[in-house]
């Protein structure tokens, strides 16, 4: 007997739906997996089987063949579990489902027959609900990925285990669908405390740099030697940040469930992501891929910030593999039959120390380093990957005055109202242009169009352009970090002044 079976899987961020095809019939006892199966959706074999026979169901002494279609497209996990014991138990007659392809099933069993967990239920929820006007598809899940699946659009119900589901077709237990959450109200009740800006003392021109880019939305690398605080001033950077908005959430927790990170109690993603992965993480983790590619660390800081603390000491390839992702947003692995694209809108902030020892330049503590050395290590840091962090910050050691004083700085709220607002100005200004949502995101066309300087600040610009012959990238970066100051400013006009802190901020261009 033929049976279909819907359930539905991740390529890349786009979910799409599988038809389970299940064969039973005569032939030599066994069950096979075809359609591209990756090793662990092979097991799913094994599973399946003991899941069935500890639910006291009967597994048949009979040819057993499972098709994926389509199959042309790798499959991978164990999310199909649920779709294979259901097509089984419906082809020997163990279960009468009406309708059976309203139900798209998604979930790993156990042993005991216990439907578990699966990554991507949020948005495989949104596809179910966006290919479906009348929400006529239902989504039938574990209990662990209910708090996730509230926060989707389509019909979901949630079963523990087979014999559950056995019960809720027979219509012995009631089916119970899940109650849909408000996205505002759950980041409301899900809110966390950010670092504050209040708690850094002194540093006041690298928080001014700070604040320009989370207002512009713009890359930026601080030096300094050890211990000036520069870890401790990027952490609060997400304070200073706008707040994500509804679809931001949702996207950034989209990332996160597909990843596999989502916690069952906190289905979504309140605050800006803020990833800070070790220096010695290879170049899969940080661009992303993998034999069944995964997001790496790239598109888990999407919406949100990436750290690299330490960021000499970052191997090269994985350096200059983020070069691509810095300009595009977004990035592409390709593997065999297999392409996928994720988004990587993040906001860079490295920090360095300026050679091997750390105290070059410090006046109180001498240098030990050769030329060679200080040559070397800055060169880790490759000039392409320098044009495309648009600001460049020194963090110096801070005085004892500055350490002990009791004052409190600015607090990290009063500095967000200030961003939001320069965000303001940047949404409106950017409303009828496709993919911009600030100033780092300009394209040439729009530098041009929107970034124009007045007499002082055309001549100052050409005079550091010719005196430290800067690229055409510096020169764009030059006048994308203008526009930010002057929108922080309040100007319509980017003027001298406004240049003049913008070329301050790009030290290594000098």
């Known amino acids: 007997m033929l049976i279909k079976v819907l359930s539905c899987t991740i390529k890349g961020m786009e979910p799409f739906l599988v038809e389970v095809e299940v064969y039973v019939g005569k032939g030599l006892p066994g069950m096979d997996i075809i359609g591209l199966p990756?090793?662990?959706?092979?097991?799913?074999?094994?599973r399946v089987k003991y899941a069935l026979k500890n639910s006291r169901f009967?597994?048949?002494p009979r040819k057993i063949i499972i098709n994926l279609a389509p199959a042309s497209i790798k499959k991978a996990g164990p999310g199909f579990d649920l779709a294979i014991a259901v097509g089984i138990l419906v082809a020997t007659g163990q279960i009468k489902v009406e309708n059976i392809g309203r139900y798209v099933f998604v979930g790993e069993l156990s042993f005991d027959g216990k439907v578990k967990s699966i990554p991507g239920i949020l948005p495989m929820s949104k596809y179910l609900a966006s290919i479906n006007e009348n929400n006529e598809k239902i989504l039938v899940i574990s209990e662990e990925n209910k708090e996730e699946a509230s926060l989707g659009t389509a019909n979901a119900f949630v079963v523990g285990s087979l014999i559950s589901l056995q019960k809720k077709f027979n219509n012995e237990e009631k089916i119970v669908f899940v109650k849909k959450q408000d996205i505002k109200d759950q980041m409301e009740r899900l809110s966390e405390d950010l670092n504050d800006f209040k708690e850094v003392k002194g540093q006041n021109n690298a928080k001014r740099g700070l604040e320009i880019a989370a207002a512009g939305g713009h890359n930026l690398l601080?030096?300094?030697?050890?211990?000036?605080?520069?870890?401790?001033l990027a952490k609060c950077l997400p304070g200073i940040m706008p707040p994500l908005t509804s679809a931001e959430a949702l996207?950034?927790?989209?990332i996160y469930s597909i990843a596999g990170l989502l916690e069952p109690q906190r289905p979504i993603i309140t605050t800006r992501p803020f990833r800070s992965p070790h220096h010695t993480a290879s170049l899969a983790s940080i661009v992303g891929g993998g034999v069944n590619p995964k997001p790496g660390e790239l598109t888990l800081a999407t919406n949100g910030v990436l750290f690299m603390d330490e960021m000499s000491e970052f191997r090269r390839d994985v350096l200059e593999g983020m070069r691509q992702p810095l300009e595009n947003r977004c990035v592409t692995l390709t593997r065999n039959l297999l392409t996928v694209t994720y988004p990587a809108k993040f906001q860079l902030i490295g920090a360095?120390?300026?050679?091997?020892?750390g105290y070059f330049g410090d006046p109180q503590q001498k240098c030990i380093c050769t030329q060679y050395q200080i040559d070397r290590y800055r060169g880790k840091i490759s000039g392409p990957l320098l044009d495309r962090i648009d600001i460049h910050i020194d963090v110096p050691r801070l005085s004892y005055e500055e350490i002990g004083s009791e004052s409190k700085a600015e607090a990290s709220a009063l500095i967000r109202a200030r961003v939001a607002e320069a965000r303001e100005t940047q949404n409106m200004r950017f409303a009828e242009e496709s993919g911009i949502e600030c100033n780092a995101f300009m394209s040439a066309r729009e530098v041009q169009k929107y970034c124009i300087l007045d007499n002082k600040g055309k001549?100052?610009?050409?005079?550091?352009?010719?005196?430290?012959?800067?690229?055409?990238r510096s020169y764009e970066r030059i006048l994308k970090i203008s526009r930010t100051i002057a929108d922080l400013d309040r100007s319509t006009q980017i003027n001298a002044e406004h240049v003049a802190e913008a070329i301050n901020f790009r030290c290594f261009d000098r």
């Open 352 to 357: 360095a120390n300026p050679c091997y020892c």
């Open 38 to 46: 990756d090793l662990s959706l092979r097991e799913s074999k094994d």
């Open 251 to 254: 996207e950034t927790s989209s």
């Open 222 to 232: 601080m030096t300094g030697v050890p211990g000036s605080g520069k870890s401790m």
């Open 58 to 60: 009967e597994f048949p």
């Open 459 to 472: 001549m100052l610009l050409k005079k550091v352009f010719q005196t430290f012959n800067l690229s055409g």
